[in-house]
């Protein structure tokens, strides 16, 4: 074996937590290689950060406010993404499950709980000063294990290890720019730092790549994915709880959560009907695929925002139109059909009918915006329509397995 190649452990996994072992990189042709407990714990505390952005993003659209909203959440939500990514591929490659590495991991859990507090002030009052600091504890303690991984390797995989710790310092120093500009400029810095941020793994592994292993990423993935319309589900259904308190319009209420339910259960059948772990045998195929998950995940959270404001607009606590508070649900709903299809699922499709499925399924649900009070209901018809074309076309011509 040569020094660049993965060493994978032993007996093909972690280990029962020893205090410290050599933190060498994990093999990609590993067998059974599955999310651990430690990880599963880790995706939990970060959708705590995923609601209190929807909860925000809920305020905004309620109160008529949709461009702060929007902009709003789509950086908040790029920094709970982000720091998810840097530990989800790093996981995949370094994972020691040693007493270090899982004490290093709690820690960056503390700084995602901290960035949680400090989004409603990002929200608010453009105030990142919580949120920058909470990244600093969660880079600090990803760099230390970048740091370990290259102590424990040499050659190319140990600067692979060295560009990764350097580019994160960097770039947490880049971010100070929310805490010492001008407002007006801040969005266009947090453009720069997010394109720079997602360069680093690009250049870091430019000459070696890490040892992530595809089966693991996949699941990782998809297991967040379940996290996330869980916590959709989870915010419709206290939005109902709360209508029915204060109003007795169930005839409004129940299509509006049946047409939500159904296009969050649309939402899990579509994502998880392809193998695309069978996609990923490249930094150039994953590195796309799985940037392209900030549109799939953040569009997946935002339904369940939008399933709110629909429902404080039918009971009157929402200060839009009923065309505006349809768009918050049709919108991310069709963005999430659209992105899972270019990102996800056109690597497995056979043929044009097969292809053509969700782009046309985006358009339909976004048209069902102009339905008044049952946009919602018909969002969620029209998604089911599309897991029954789905189902029925791949029975005619089985989709494409890729080797």
Same mark, same amino acid.
């Given at each position: ?63 008529? !406010? ?22 989800? =591929? ?55 294990? =970048?740091?370990?991984?290259? $102590? ?11 560009? #990764? ?22 969005? =266009?810095? $947090?453009?720069?730092? /997010? ?45 109902? &709880? ?34 695309? !772990? ?14 392209? !998950? ?24 929402? !200060?839009?139109?009923? $065309? ?23 690597? #497995? ?5 097969? &292809? ?14 102009? /339905? ?12 089911? /329509? ?5 189902? =029925? ?11």
């Amino acid at each position: 074996m040569s020094e660049d190649a993965p060493r994978p452990l032993p007996d093909g996994g972690p280990p029962h937590s020893p205090v410290l072992r050599r933190m060498a990189g994990r093999g990609r042709e590993e067998e059974h290689r599955a999310a651990t407990p430690l990880e599963l714990f880790f995706d939990l505390c970060f959708v705590v950060a995923v609601a209190v952005a929807g909860r925000e993003l809920v305020h905004a659209l309620a109160e008529g !406010h949709a461009a702060h909203g929007v902009l709003g959440y789509l950086m908040t939500f790029f920094t709970i993404w982000w720091a998810w990514m840097n530990f989800t =591929w790093f996981a995949s490659a370094y994972d020691t499950d040693d007493v270090l590495y899982r004490v290093v991991t709690l820690v960056q859990i503390a700084g995602v709980l901290i960035l949680s507090a400090g989004i409603p002030r990002a929200f608010d009052d453009n105030d990142f000063t919580v949120v920058w600091f909470g990244y600093l504890v969660m880079r600090l303690a990803l760099v230390s294990q =970048w740091l370990r991984a290259a $102590f424990s390797t040499t050659g190319a995989e140990r600067r692979t290890a060295l560009k #990764y710790a350097a580019g994160v310092c960097l770039c947490q120093v880049g971010w100070l720019g929310l805490l010492f500009l001008p407002d007006g400029a801040k969005p =266009w810095v $947090f453009l720069a730092m /997010a394109l720079l941020e997602m360069a680093v793994p690009t250049f870091a592994e430019m000459t070696r790549q890490t040892a992530w292993h595809p089966h693991h990423i996949a699941e990782r993935y998809g297991l967040f994915t379940i996290i996330v319309l869980g916590e959709t589900v989870a915010a419709a259904t206290v939005a109902v &709880q709360s209508a029915l308190e204060e109003s007795e319009a169930l005839d409004e209420l129940l299509p509006m959560a049946a047409g939500g339910l159904l296009l969050i259960f649309a939402a899990f059948w579509i994502y998880f009907a392809v193998p695309i !772990h069978l996609h990923l045998a490249s930094n150039r195929q994953a590195f796309l695929w799985g940037y392209g !998950h900030y549109i799939v995940f953040g569009s997946a959270a935002a339904i369940g925002a939008g399933i709110e404001v629909a429902i404080e607009q039918a009971v009157g606590k929402a !200060h839009v139109s009923t $065309f505006a508070a349809s768009s918050t649900v049709t919108i991310p709903g069709a963005l999430f059909l659209f992105s899972v299809w270019l990102v996800h699922s056109r690597h #497995y499709k056979r043929g044009t009918a097969q &292809q053509l499925v969700l782009p046309v399924s985006a358009l339909a649900v976004l048209a069902c915006t102009f /339905a008044g009070g049952n946009a919602v209901l018909l969002a969620g018809l029209v998604a089911a /329509a599309t897991v029954v074309t789905g189902v =029925w076309l791949s029975t005619r011509n089985p989709p494409l397995a890729e080797a």
